[in-house]
């Protein structure tokens, strides 16, 4: 069924106290866009533009979450997880994303916390997941430096609210996509193709996320720890031409090392200023910014799917200066007779071990890892092998990495529940469980059964 043994996989030397959980996000999830005082945020918005979402879809209802979380978190006791990654809406909590929090939206998360807690699954909560209050981004969203000094407010405030139940904070999620795929491509929200604008967006992003650190230290317990995911795609030139190599380092830089170089080096990439300089004067970074962006934290989230495997191409634009953050004279093929999942995405389970050893590699003194999303897309099969297969590879090598000397403290499946895919809609589904959308009945799927068991086995050492 996969080209690794199901039985290896099962027998991976996971250490003690290893942290199995799933994880979601707000709006892909939760529903009641309108409800309570929640504000508009950016995927609202976006998603009302005709054409950008398939089916023209929205987060609108999503799982209804807000309203069956009770009935959600039961799911996680049963797949007997120890901890449940989710993500808060900052809108739900700022409306325009400052000014005076909304106690309704505190009380929720609140709620939620709690009810982990009373399940006896550790809460890791996420401060962003995409989702930017609409009145920020009406003042220049994440290209203004004053938008991280709002998240960084923001993230204070919720501390107050939650510290006491939450013992993991993740900043941010994936900045890279909030960035480069939100302001330079246009495929998510807010719909811009910049260059420039970016830029300065990737870069207030980790910036609030240091601002961000910095409070939360402020007023953390010795016991709470404080982090950040990226989502990291090793990169490999297509074949061995010079300027094959060279167009895979580009997409390395815009993807990986744009992120991880300031968190985790101290510095900005060495070829950052050469790759963008035509697009941009880099005005936005200041002095003192890398020290803020790389104070320590005490994990680092990894989100992995696949491998880029890139070549050289035309740039889209000739003017060198109006090219987007994502005009690169590079782009993604697939590797000769590819194994792919549901959704077509090329399936390479060595990658996340080339991301992990990697990352130890480059960084010494990396902090401690956790896989805060790995998972398998399709179109909804309640008898989904391909994820089971998906996953025991992923968790095969995964456990490689912590043999070879990798501090890998956690593993989090994506996604607890099938949910709204962004761009994509509803037709792409993630979940261990299944969800009727019409309904709203959750069904769990094979692969729900398959890692409640696989858990289990690995806690008993079998």
Not at 135 to 148: H, M, S
Not at 244 to 264: G, H, K
Request: aromatic content about 12%; some cysteine; hydrophobic content about 40%.
């Amino acid at each position: 069924m996969t080209a690794i043994d199901e039985q290896t996989a099962r027998r991976a030397a996971f250490p003690p106290g290893f942290v199995w959980g799933t994880a979601t996000s707000a709006y892909q999830i939760e529903g009641a866009a309108a409800e309570d005082g929640r504000g508009p945020s950016i995927w609202d918005t976006f998603c009302a533009i005709p054409g950008v979402v398939a089916d023209a879809a929205s987060g609108d209802h999503a799982c209804d979450h807000y309203h069956r979380w009770e009935e959600d978190l039961d799911l996680l006791t049963g797949l007997g997880t120890g901890a449940y990654r989710f993500s808060l809406a900052w809108p739900r909590v700022f409306p325009t994303g400052y000014g005076q929090p909304d106690r309704r939206g505190l009380d929720f998360y609140r709620r939620l916390a709690d009810g982990l807690r009373d399940r006896g699954i550790t809460p890791f909560a996420t401060l962003y997941h995409w989702d930017l209050p609409q009145g920020l981004e009406d003042r220049g969203g994440w290209r203004e430096r004053d938008t991280a000094l709002r998240f960084a407010d923001y993230a204070a405030v919720v501390h107050e609210a939650l510290g006491d139940a939450v013992p993991y904070w993740i900043t941010l999620n994936e900045p890279y996509c909030s960035s480069i795929v939100g302001y330079g491509e246009g495929r998510h929200a807010p719909g811009a193709r910049e260059g420039h604008g970016a830029l300065a967006a990737a870069h207030h992003l980790l910036l609030g996320h240091g601002l961000a650190v910095a409070r939360l230290r402020e007023r953390a317990g010795p016991e709470e720890q404080i982090g950040i995911t990226l989502n990291m795609s090793p990169t490999v030139a297509g074949t061995g031409a010079p300027e094959d190599v060279a167009a895979a380092r580009r997409m390395d830089l815009m993807v990986n090392r744009q992120f991880t170089e300031p968190l985790l080096g101290g510095r900005y990439a060495e070829d950052l200023a050469e790759v963008y300089g035509p697009i941009s004067d880099l005005s936005f970074q200041r002095e003192g910014d890398l020290e803020i962006i790389g104070a320590p934290v005490d994990f680092l989230g990894v989100n992995y799917y696949y491998r880029l495997h890139a070549v050289a191409a035309p740039y889209a634009e000739a003017d060198p200066a109006r090219r987007t953050a994502c005009d690169l004279g590079a782009r993604t093929v697939e590797p000769a007779a590819p194994r792919t999942s549901g959704l077509g995405w090329v399936v390479e389970p060595r990658g996340l071990y080339d991301t992990l050893s990697g990352l130890a590699a480059r960084y010494p003194g990396l902090p401690p890892v956790y896989i805060t999303e790995n998972g398998y897309g399709d179109r909804g099969e309640l008898d989904d092998q391909g994820r089971i297969a998906y996953l025991a590879d992923h968790l095969a090598v995964t456990g490689d990495a912590i043999a070879a000397g990798v501090d890998v403290r956690g593993y989090f499946c994506w996604s607890l529940i099938d949910n709204f895919e962004w761009a994509r809609g509803y037709d792409a589904r993630f979940g261990l469980v299944h969800v009727d959308y019409r309904t709203q009945a959750r069904t769990p799927k094979a692969s729900y059964g398959w890692f409640r068991d696989y858990i289990a086995d690995a806690g008993t050492g079998r």
